[in-house]
């Protein structure tokens, strides 16, 4: 345990540091801060507090910076309440009001507003809320031995995948198919396609490797449906952070952030945790180890829905930024409701 001094000599360089981006020296923290003691005090302060591992010192002439265990501290220990005020939240509610017609633009505008609010990249991961209805399928005709089936729903294209016809069928055929089915599905949901229309249309088509074609199709764009998806806010963010000036040094952050697959990872490992925060070398991923990432999970009914989310560097306000998430966190499922029903 540290001692109360040397709690608000860390508390002080962490603040200074998070709003200047600038090492911090004993006379900035003796000038600034009325902590009742020298230059010297602190500097012998700032002394212990590396050696002890919660200050770090790039150059020997320079002053000191947060070291991921000073973070953890401050998070944990030093941290003072950040509640949200009333004019943030009506600027929250009026960005939804504005912008939010239906339930699957909840999660695009959440990214935004967080980033927005934040100056830092926003993760949402969300299930997919609204159920497509199948709307119609069509057959392109490609060369001599394929052709292109495409689905589309009321919320537009779903999905399209090359097929080869079987061997005695022509084109007409998968014409005279896509009539069939379009006739016994447009208008189901997706995922509550019933047996017996299946076992009608193969009735119709008496074709089973006709039949089987177009059902691999079918399968595949009810597995996109039941896909989670991924929304990002403020990519460009991190670029006007003054840690992440070096392209170079942003740059794989930048190419794991077209990792779908690696960003959901990153937030499944927070799900069901509540608010979680995680900083500098806690993260498992080296692309990020410069960064911070805080998680807050949500819920509907009672399910455990998805993961929102900051990304940024080391040196962020943590509290505004916890604050936001808790804040999102609370009222998503209010929201969500609101242009669901």
């Known amino acids: ?85 009333d004019h943030e939240k009506e600027v929250i509610d009026r960005w939804y009001r504005a912008r939010v017609r239906r339930v699957e633009e909840v999660f695009q505008e ?28 069509q057959f392109l005709p490609l060369d001599s031995h394929r052709v292109i089936a495409v689905i589309m729903t009321d919320a537009g294209f779903v999905e399209n995948k090359i097929i080869e016809m079987p061997a005695g069928a022509e084109f007409k055929d998968f014409q005279r198919m896509a009539q069939v089915i379009n006739d016994s599905l447009a208008g189901q949901s997706l995922d509550a396609i019933q047996k017996g229309s299946l076992q009608h249309i193969k009735d119709e088509i008496m074709d089973e490797a006709l039949y089987e074609s177009a059902m691999e199709v079918i399968r595949r764009a009810l597995d996109f449906e039941k896909r989670e998806r991924l929304y990002l806010g403020g990519t460009t963010q991190l670029l006007e952070q003054p840690e992440f000036h070096d392209v170079e040094r942003v740059k794989e952050i930048l190419l794991m ?23 500098g070398h806690e993260n498992q991923y080296s692309g990020i180890q410069d960064c911070s990432i805080i ?42 409701k609101r242009f669901r029903w």
């Open 1 to 85: 345990m540290l001692d109360e001094r040397k709690q608000r000599i860390l508390q002080a360089i962490i603040n200074d540091y998070i709003s200047s981006a600038e090492p911090v020296g004993s006379r900035t923290i003796a000038r600034k801060y009325d902590l009742g003691v020298s230059p010297a005090t602190i500097r012998n302060e700032m002394a212990d507090l590396e050696m002890l591992g919660y200050l770090e010192q790039l150059h020997t002439s320079s002053g000191r910076i947060p070291s991921s265990k000073g973070y953890r501290f401050y998070v944990d220990d030093l941290l003072p309440p950040h509640p949200m005020t």
């Open 110 to 137: 959440t990214a935004k507003i967080i980033s927005r609010i934040t100056k830092n990249i926003s993760l949402v991961l969300a299930p997919q809320i609204t159920k497509a209805a199948f709307r119609c399928l």
């Open 257 to 279: 952030l077209e990792e779908e697959q690696l960003m959901k990872d990153i937030l499944h490992a927070h799900l069901g945790e509540g608010l979680s925060v995680t900083i």
């Open 295 to 336: 998680t807050a999970t949500y819920h509907l009914d009672g399910e455990l829905l998805g993961t929102i989310a900051v990304l940024g560097p080391t040196r962020m306000e943590y509290g505004k930024s916890m604050a936001l998430l808790n804040y999102m966190n609370s009222n998503l499922t209010e929201i969500i």
